[in-house]
């Protein structure tokens, strides 16, 4: 299923999600008017090394981004795997691939939508969105 956000449109594969292909448009349109963090969908993921990246992915909060080194450490594994694993991502967005970025802040590569600029447009949807949210301005 194609799904729009942020002017990009993104592949998602929806045989890896067990609710229907509106109840995830729908999410996805909660995500993009920042009124969702993360999405309430049921993924299957394969018992793999991308798997196992997946649910790490997953584990990244909002607003915020790991290293391909951080996850590599926290699986025991190498960067480049970690990478390769993204890539495999059936479900961009909903798994949160785009928070993954290199160890100097690059953004390497994008597998959804437009690639870099399409990751570059959700990780600064949600900067701005944590930034407007928790503004401490009167």
Not at 49 to 63: E, L, N, Q
Not at 74 to 101: E, K, M, S, Y
């Amino acid at each position: 299923m194609h799904v729009s956000i942020l002017g990009s449109t993104v592949e998602i594969d929806e045989t890896a999600i067990a609710e229907p292909a509106d109840a995830v448009r729908e999410q996805v349109r909660e995500y993009e008017r920042g009124e969702r963090e993360s999405f309430d969908l049921t993924v299957a993921t394969p018992e793999t090394m991308t798997g196992d990246v997946m649910a790490a992915m997953t584990d990244i909060p909002y607003g915020e981004t790991r290293t391909y080194g951080e996850l590599a450490a926290d699986l025991d594994t190498a960067p480049v795997a970690v990478g390769q694993a993204c890539g495999r991502n059936p479900v961009p967005i909903v798994v949160p691939c785009h928070r993954v970025v290199g160890s100097d802040g690059g953004l390497r590569g994008y597998s959804g939508g437009d690639g870099v600029e399409t990751k570059r447009q959700l990780l600064e949807f949600e900067q701005g969105t944590t930034q407007t949210r928790f503004s401490t301005e009167p």
